[in-house]
């Protein structure tokens, strides 16, 4: 069983920061890349950002500049780093993980229950 478990979310006024961590545990072989996903109300779920186990990164256009997504290999974690909020990131944000467990031993995604932004002032 993997468990994708997100912590950082909350209340932030526009133009500030908040720092995303997922952690990925269980019966892991290998993990390939972890990345963010979000769903604002009304919308469907969007890419925000990926990063490989290399670590090439992938980011929206939407957050390009404003946010930073970094992995720790030998955490098993991946970050997410928000500056310069807007109020249209709120959106429930969504850890994603392809990887391989020794049970299966083939890749498949994994994700998290998911962690609210909400930037209002």
């Known amino acids: 069983q993997v468990q994708l478990v997100e912590s950082g979310g909350g209340l932030v006024q526009p133009g500030g920061s908040l720092r995303l961590s997922c952690a990925a545990s269980?019966?892991?072989?290998?993990?390939?890349?972890m990345g963010w996903y979000r769903q604002a109300p009304g919308k469907q779920r969007e890419l925000v950002a990926t990063?490989?186990?290399?670590?090439?990164?992938n980011y929206a256009d939407s957050v390009k500049g404003r946010f930073t997504i970094s992995r720790d290999n030998a955490k098993n974690t991946v970050y997410l780093q928000m500056n310069s909020l807007k109020p249209e990131d709120t959106a429930v944000y969504y850890c994603?993980?392809?990887?391989?467990?020794?049970?299966?031993?083939?890749?498949?995604?994994?994700w998290g229950k998911g962690t609210l932004v909400t930037v209002s002032s």
């Open positions: 990063i490989t186990s290399g670590g090439s990164t």
């Open positions: 994603n993980a392809y990887l391989t467990t020794i049970t299966t031993m083939y890749a498949m995604d994994y």
């Open positions: 269980g019966r892991l072989f290998s993990i390939n890349a």
